[in-house]
């Protein structure tokens, strides 16, 4: 079974240019998640879906950042316009339902200079 | 929201020593406590969970203990290997938000 996919897996930008990551989650979960790791520290929540619906969107930068997830499948995070401060590992997670298991892909390492 | 501490941040151990990573959470109403293993450059990996009607589980060398009273979990590891040095997050999720929050980090290091 194929895990969580994303792309690309780095990403070196000059600030106040755009960017997008995209996910593919693991097929038949409906839940997916986008995270964002700073170094040295844990993940932390930007967004999460229930199919295509975004029910937890509370700690998205909302003036910069969005995300979509069309057809409750794959899912982009775009961030417009990046800033140095956006520099991390953004990780997209999925899992079958409520409460069980996440499961991560790669991440997406940003570099913003 | 939720808040979880994970202490320490480094832990440096023999190897075959064991080692200890502990956790404490905020809301009374978490009920899954997932651990995940993050290798450099890698995925985190789930390791090991527990459920709160559980006060212990075990996986071979991995063990999860929780305290609902306290509000606080831990996770064991026995006979450490050098391949189990990584950084080791703990997460709570709250009932039904599907939410999981996580720790700091704990950057494990099993010298040989």
């Known amino acids: 079974e194929a895990g969580v996919v994303q792309s690309p897996r780095y990403k070196i930008i000059e600030k106040k240019q755009p960017v997008a990551f995209w996910c593919n989650p693991i097929s038949g979960h409906n839940t997916l998640y986008w995270y964002r790791q700073n170094l040295g520290q844990g993940p932390e929540l930007l967004i999460r879906?229930?199919?295509?619906?975004?029910?937890?969107d509370s700690q998205l930068p909302k003036d910069r950042f969005s995300a979509e997830r069309l057809k409750g499948v794959d899912s982009t995070l775009k961030i417009q316009p990046a800033e140095l401060g956006d520099s991390a590992v953004y990780l997209c997670?999925?899992?079958?339902?409520?409460?069980?298991?996440?499961?991560f892909g790669q991440g997406t390492r940003l570099t913003v200079v | 929201g939720e808040n979880v501490e994970q202490h320490p941040s480094t832990l440096s151990v023999q190897e075959g020593d064991s080692a200890v990573i502990k956790c404490t959470y905020s809301d009374s109403a978490s009920n899954y406590f997932p651990w995940y293993k993050q290798e450099l450059g890698k995925r985190p990996q789930l390791i090991i969970d527990i459920r709160s009607n559980v006060g212990e589980k075990k996986d071979q060398r991995i063990a999860v203990t929780l305290n609902k009273t306290a509000k606080h979990f831990s996770l064991h590891i026995t006979e450490t290997q050098p391949e189990d040095s990584a950084v080791y997050f703990c997460?709570?999720?709250?009932?039904?938000?599907?939410?999981?929050?996580f720790g700091s980090g704990t950057k494990l290091n099993v010298k040989p």
């Open positions: 997460a709570a999720a709250l009932y039904n938000f599907n939410k999981f929050y």
């Open positions: 997670a999925s899992s079958l339902r409520q409460n069980t298991e996440a499961f």
């Open positions: 879906y229930e199919n295509e619906e975004a029910v937890d």
